[in-house]
């Protein structure tokens, strides 16, 4: 099954779309109930994975693509080549989205459970993912050595 350019373009704009909410609540109210209960559902990353799932089942309609990505030897030229696929690209940035944002959930809630401050770490994991992380890992290790974790987290 192949999906055509223009709905290949609305799913990869709606993964976009889909992520700006929960990332916005993260950064801007962490604070709030209303954060606090739309982050402990796990519907969102059920509906991007069913995405992810759909755009990497229609990806591989030809045998060299799915023989190339399980090739011992593949080269990061090899990888390049079958990222140059638009529908491939589409859904490589699908598994980042979601992976992201699954992190991103991760650092909220261990800010909340702490009281670490999570803001920069939470818009670099948007951004940039891993740095986001280690932001959060070093801000965390900081946290408990200089704050003993007593502080709560600026609401504001």
């Known amino acids: 099954m192949t999906v055509d350019a223009?709905?290949?373009?609305?799913?990869?704009s709606g993964a976009n779309l889909f992520v700006l909410p929960f990332w916005t609540l993260m950064v801007l109210v962490p604070n709030t109930k209303l954060t606090r209960t739309v982050m402990a559902s796990f519907l969102p990353f059920a509906a991007l994975a069913g995405l992810y799932l759909f755009l990497f089942v229609t990806s591989f309609s030809n045998v060299q693509g799915i023989e190339a990505l399980s090739d011992p030897n593949l080269s990061l030229r090899d990888l390049a080549a079958l990222f140059a696929n638009p529908h491939v690209t589409a859904t490589g940035w699908v598994h980042f989205v979601v992976f992201d944002l699954f992190v991103?959930?991760?650092?909220?809630?261990?800010?909340?459970?702490?009281?670490?401050?999570?803001r920069h770490s939470l818009a670099l994991c948007l951004f940039a993912g891993p740095l986001g992380l280690l932001s959060h890992?070093?801000?965390?290790?900081?946290?408990?050595?200089?704050?003993?974790?007593?502080?709560?987290?600026?609401?504001?």
Request: glycine content about 14%; charged content about 20%.
């Open 6 to 12: 223009p709905l290949l373009d609305l799913l990869f």
């Open 104 to 118: 991103g959930r991760w650092i909220y809630w261990q800010g909340q459970e702490s009281g670490v401050f999570t």
């Open 137 to 156: 890992l070093v801000t965390d290790a900081l946290w408990r050595r200089f704050a003993g974790g007593k502080v709560e987290e600026a609401v504001g």
